[in-house]
């Protein structure tokens, strides 16, 4: 199938058995607006606090901590610290849950952290916080990258063709990835959209730079939930330009 597409030179066109052009079609979010900026406040570490290590960079003296509890009080899942040096900044308002995660770039003197943004079953999306230091150590909040921008520029790339139970994800004119669905029991595809993203959008930040990790997930005539069993896991490295305009680069398939 793969062969026929680069065989045709055209991308988004296929003939199928019918003899009939099957295109490549855009895929759907699930996210309707930009959950909106991180409120960033700055306090002075409390001593008293309960924390977990998140990161420790000992060479460059940079650590992240999560915040569990404020003297007695539960921080309910929000609350995070970063040191340099003998700096501490406390930002309480960046959430702390679902195992954040932290990478320092030395050269460019940045700190990467992920936080949650919704979680639930089959749900795992996440901010992605660029952090800064100015010249006394002090840790601010550069750019957040929010997942409903992330979701509409792959909007403008990510497409899909289904012939039979196969189908085919593609980024522009090209294929990514092949998958066979299996799931026999949902009434088949959904005929008004069966492809989605925006429930699972995360990173991972132990390359170099921060890799964008992105699972479509399928639609079917019945049941309320987007099915994600056959469907494989897109990346893409991802940078943030001084303006904060968010550049994703190709995307590739993870699996």
């Known amino acids: 199938m793969l062969a026929a597409i680069l065989a045709s030179g055209f991308g988004a066109v ?3 058995c019918k003899g009939t052009e099957a295109k ?5 979010g699930t996210l309707d607006a930009e959950l909106g900026a991180l409120n ?3 306090s002075p570490f409390n001593s008293q606090s309960s924390t977990f290590s998140v990161m420790s960079d000992t060479v460059a003296g940079v650590s992240v901590f999560g915040i569990d509890r404020v003297d007695t009080v539960s921080t309910q899942g929000y609350g995070i610290v970063v040191v340099k040096g003998a700096t501490q900044t ?4 960046i959430r702390n849950v ?3 995660q932290a990478k320092y770039d030395r050269e460019a003197d940045v700190l990467w952290l992920t936080s949650s943004a919704m979680e639930g079953t089959g749900v795992q999306v996440e901010w992605l916080c660029q952090i800064a230091f100015d010249a006394n150590d002090s840790a601010y909040l550069a750019h957040v990258v929010d997942p409903y921008d992330v979701q509409q520029q792959l909007r403008q790339r990510l497409g899909y063709r289904i012939d039979g139970q196969q189908l085919t994800l593609f980024d522009g004119q090209r294929p990514l990835a092949t998958t066979t669905n299996t799931v026999a029991d949902m009434g088949g595809f959904d005929d008004e959209q069966p492809l989605w993203i925006g429930e699972q959008l995360r990173y991972d930040l132990t390359g170099d730079a921060p ?3 992105v699972t479509p997930g399928l639609k079917f005539t019945t049941g309320l ?3 994600y069993d056959d469907m494989p896991t897109l990346g893409a490295l991802l940078a943030i330009a001084p303006d904060g305009h968010v550049e994703i680069g190709d995307m590739h398939n993870c699996e």
């Open 14 to 16: 296929l003939t199928s």
């Open 24 to 28: 490549v079609l855009p895929v759907a």
């Open 40 to 42: 960033v406040e700055r």
């Open 90 to 93: 406390t930002f309480p308002n």
């Open 98 to 100: 679902r195992q954040p």
């Open 211 to 213: 890799q964008l990790l």
């Open 225 to 227: 939930v987007l099915i």
